[in-house]
């Protein structure tokens, strides 16, 4: 249980003490949580906007209607506020089907060593130099992604090989240092070196992976939307701005906020992202912290 | 030591080959995905001319055979040997939209601009991004570097085909500061290649927008980088000697810190290369810049099959050698590597 607990301090409390200590860090942190506050509990609070006023297209933000109307009249607000559970929640699985797969070959690779390392390296390596966008939108011709599990799976099945470089050179660093060889000496087996000793240290960089994975993923899961790749329906950012595309909305002045919600919303939580990590990265890496 | 056992054992030969094997495996797992999957291209292009032209099964079959330089009736090992056989001779098959058409002459009229387009983005983005990098990293905690470091960090995170909408919008559309309709395409019709200032300046006028896309949304990523990786090289035992012997604070910059922190950002160039020329899917379709990427997309929408294989392979294989010679630029910029032997 002191255990869990240790470790509960030292991947979540103790990174949230040091973030704020970082202005950047901070603000990213809190605007990620603004964003998946409103995503999941938001739609609860704000009905979503679904008749059409056709004598209302195109409103610039009033009181109203705080970021304006869309092509058919609807408030773009409730649409954002709608559209964000799709889009993240396809992007933590795509972050949670590329981490684990990168945790487990590069853990393997960077421990086991030898012609095993070989092999999955070489895997790595190749996987890695074939460009992942025109990969997915060549999968995305033959399977239909209609279904958000299956999108997260594909987008995670290709987007691995970087992360898995990363952290076998990890897992190879620490291999030297010396509390895992002390664990070796008192032969206490590869799976406790592995569950309490290597992935407690790593979790910091694995936290920020899965962060850059899911930007990541959101970077492929709208771009394959705005391809038209993707048969999803229903309320989401990546579809608003297919639609506000298809309709041509960019080329009517008074379909600005339309158009840009979603985008803002896309960016918003990519910089939040990025910040949020590039801070954790700055307290994780100590040459880093010294210079600032 | 003799130069067969030098030239198996160079860091460009085992590079080499290393491209090489990766360009098979692609084209292999191509071959797969067209042949083999549940509703692979053949079987469709098969069903589509018996349903639509009222074919038989064999006539269908043999139209099909035809168009991807196959022999369906073959096994498939032989039939994945004739393809591969095809393809080192430049034989892609031919496209189903524009009956016909080898689909080996319709990359060469897309790839130049793929390659034109991201090649000098790259350059641009690369130079200024290390150049501005070094700056703020000697001014670090200066206000030009927050500056900096902060519009660094919202142009990383904005994925380049939002940023190409969001260019389009602010300055095509709300200022109306750029003629956004007649920027389309590669080159305006009638306007004859050439080296001819008209040429070159149409040349530059359609592709100013992808390059400005590609550029602004790379560059803070370099920044980023060599600001961190120069604050690190400024730290190591050499610069402090170079700076006791009384060298010039400009050679410091240039020769013994500049040089060094460039290394650590080669490994990134490769994954920014393939970055690019994916991106470019995207990009090019935000612009309608006819090049590589647009005829990925447009390909797949028309369910031009043997032209998206042939486009994927291209932009593949264009990464793959951009790669490479990213790699070989590296190991002579850095003489570890080559005398290392590991990589």
């Known amino acids: 249980m002191k255990k869990f607990k240790n470790f509960l301090w030292a991947v979540f409390v103790q990174p949230?003490?040091?973030?704020?200590?970082?202005?950047?860090?901070?603000?990213?942190f809190i605007v990620l949580l603004v964003i998946i506050f409103m995503?999941?509990?938001?739609?609860?609070?704000?009905?979503?906007?679904?008749?059409?006023?056709?004598?209302?297209?195109?409103?610039?933000?009033?009181?109203?209607?705080?970021?304006?109307?869309?092509?058919?009249?609807?408030?773009?607000?409730?649409?954002?506020?709608?559209?964000?559970?799709?889009?993240?929640?396809?992007?933590?699985?795509?972050?949670?089907?590329?981490?684990?797969?990168a945790v487990t070959l590069g853990i393997t690779s960077g421990f086991v060593g030898g012609r095993t390392d070989n092999i999955i390296m070489f895997i790595t390596e190749v996987v890695l130099t074939i460009p992942q966008f025109p990969l997915l939108a060549v999968l995305a011709a033959f399977i239909r992604l209609s279904n958000p599990t299956l999108l997260a799976f594909i987008l995670g099945a290709v987007s691995w090989p970087a992360l898995t470089r990363a952290i076998r050179s990890q897992a190879l660093s620490l291999r030297e240092r010396d509390f895992i060889e002390?664990?070796?000496?008192?032969?206490?087996?590869?799976?406790?070196?592995i569950f309490s000793e290597i992935l407690p240290n790593m979790m910091s960089y694995i936290t920020i992976s899965f962060v850059m994975a899911m930007t990541g993923a959101i970077y492929s899961q709208v771009g394959l939307i705005l391809l038209g790749l993707v048969p999803l329906s229903g309320q989401n950012w990546g579809i608003m701005i297919q639609l506000a595309w298809t309709r041509g909305a960019i080329f009517f002045k008074d379909s600005l906020s339309y158009i840009l919600s979603p985008i803002l919303a896309i960016v918003l939580f990519q910089w939040s992202a990025v910040s949020f990590t590039r801070s954790l990265e700055g307290i994780f890496n100590p040459r880093l912290r010294v210079r600032r | 030591m003799n130069w067969t056992v030098k030239l198996f054992k160079s860091y460009i030969f085992r590079r080499a080959i290393r491209a090489f094997i990766t360009v098979l495996i692609v084209v292999t797992i191509t071959f797969f995905i067209v042949r083999l999957m549940p509703g692979n291209p053949i079987e469709i292009y098969i069903g589509q001319l018996m349903s639509q032209y009222g074919m038989t099964f064999q006539e269908a079959k043999n139209a099909a055979a035809a168009l991807f330089s196959l022999d369906l009736d073959a096994p498939l090992f032989s039939q994945y040997l004739d393809y591969m056989k095809n393809l080192f001779r430049g034989d892609l098959g031919r496209s189903f939209v524009s009956q016909g058409v080898k689909v080996v002459e319709l990359i060469a009229s897309y790839l130049p601009w793929t390659l034109f387009s991201v090649g000098i983005s790259i350059l641009l983005s690369f130079t200024i991004g290390i150049t501005l990098g070094i700056v703020i990293a000697y001014k670090r905690g200066g206000l030009l570097d927050q500056i900096i470091s902060s519009i660094s960090t919202v142009l990383t995170s904005i994925p380049n085909y939002l940023l190409g909408i969001i260019?389009?919008?602010?300055?095509?559309?709300?200022?109306?500061?750029?003629?956004?309709?007649?920027?389309?395409?590669?080159?305006?019709?009638?306007?004859?290649?050439?080296?001819?200032?008209?040429?070159?300046?149409?040349?530059?006028?359609?592709?100013?927008?992808?390059?400005?896309?590609?550029?602004?949304?790379?560059?803070?990523?370099?920044?980023?980088?060599?600001?961190?990786?120069?604050?690190?090289?400024?730290?190591?035992?050499?610069?402090?000697?170079?700076?006791?012997?009384?060298?010039?604070?400009?050679?410091?910059?240039?020769t013994y810190v500049g040089r060094n922190a460039i290394l650590p950002l080669f490994t990134s160039l490769t994954m920014q290369i393939?970055?690019?020329?994916?991106?470019?899917?995207?990009?090019?379709?935000?612009?309608?810049?006819?090049?590589v990427g647009w005829a990925l997309w447009s390909s797949i929408g028309q369910r031009d099959y043997p032209v998206m294989q042939g486009v994927f392979l291209i932009i593949t294989i264009a990464v793959i050698v951009a790669n490479f010679l990213a790699d070989l630029l590296y190991g002579k910029l850095d003489p570890r590597i080559k005398a290392g032997g590991t990589e």
């Open chain 1, 39 to 101: 995503s999941f509990v938001g739609p609860y609070i704000i009905p979503l906007d679904t008749k059409v006023k056709l004598d209302k297209i195109y409103q610039p933000p009033s009181w109203e209607h705080i970021l304006g109307t869309d092509s058919e009249g609807k408030d773009v607000f409730s649409q954002i506020v709608h559209g964000g559970k799709a889009v993240l929640t396809v992007a933590f699985l795509a972050a949670l089907f590329s981490t684990m797969i």
């Open chain 1, 16 to 28: 949230l003490i040091l973030i704020a200590q970082n202005k950047i860090g901070l603000a990213g």
């Open chain 2, 274 to 291: 393939g970055f690019m020329m994916g991106g470019s899917a995207l990009v090019e379709f935000i612009f309608v810049y006819k090049g």
């Open chain 1, 182 to 193: 002390a664990a070796k000496i008192l032969d206490l087996g590869a799976l406790h070196i």
């Open chain 2, 167 to 254: 260019l389009l919008i602010l300055l095509g559309v709300q200022l109306q500061l750029i003629p956004v309709s007649s920027m389309r395409g590669t080159v305006s019709p009638g306007i004859k290649a050439g080296f001819t200032w008209e040429f070159i300046s149409d040349v530059f006028k359609h592709a100013a927008l992808p390059i400005l896309t590609y550029v602004l949304s790379t560059v803070g990523g370099w920044i980023l980088s060599m600001r961190g990786s120069t604050l690190n090289t400024l730290g190591e035992d050499f610069v402090t000697v170079a700076k006791a012997r009384g060298l010039p604070e400009r050679r410091i910059t240039f």
